[in-house]
């Protein structure tokens, strides 16, 4: 059981260090960066477009994790931003080394803004820093108020929590007031933005709020 310990603490160390490194270099080319978790579905790669819409495409940089295929980065293409693609195989999160490896093939000058879009999943990304500014959660409204409570090492990590597909609540029975109280309890320094990708509500709020961290 010790010795267990004794390796996943050393794993965490090795990951902490590369983490360590790639905030150095995100802070020495001025580029602001996110890294997006959520459960599979929950519209990481749709906010992604409708953000890419917005902002402009030269400023922006993507790491797209994904355990099988391609899709997302394909989907982003058009936007002719530079994407990395990272294909995990089995492994449910991005972790540092791996951002590391992934940034070596990005050239970062001129670009203000790294999306990381994390492999689907609300456990694992977030025991895995990766030097990111902001770690941002989207919970779906489909998902249901409880999974805060449920999963709460992402949301006490999380500097942001976006509540996704709000064009769907008519057809619910979910409350943002419920799913915000329930994220609070686990972090009260959470900021919040409601979205819907379908109708563009909440989608000015958000990029105002990148903008304000894109440095100049
Ligand atoms: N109704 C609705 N559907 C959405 C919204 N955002 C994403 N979706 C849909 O949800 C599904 C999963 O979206 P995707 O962005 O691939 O999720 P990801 O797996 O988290 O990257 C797709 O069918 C999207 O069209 C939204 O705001 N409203
Ligand atoms: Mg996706």
Redesign the pocket.
Known sequence: MSIKIQVLNNILEINESYAAQNRETFEANHCFSVNMM??????????LEKTLERLDPSEVAIIEGDMQTTK?AERLERFGCQIVQISTGNACHLDGKMIHDAVEDLDLSGVRLLVI?NV?NLVCPAEFRVGEHAKVV?L?VTEGEDKPLKYPLMFREAAVCIL?????LPHLDFSLEEARRNALQINPQLEFFS????TGEGLDEWTDWLRKRMKG
């Open positions: 959520s459960s599979p579905g929950s519209g990481k790669t749709t906010l997302d879009e689907g989207i779906s996704s597909k709000i064009d769907l979205i819907s990708c379908r």
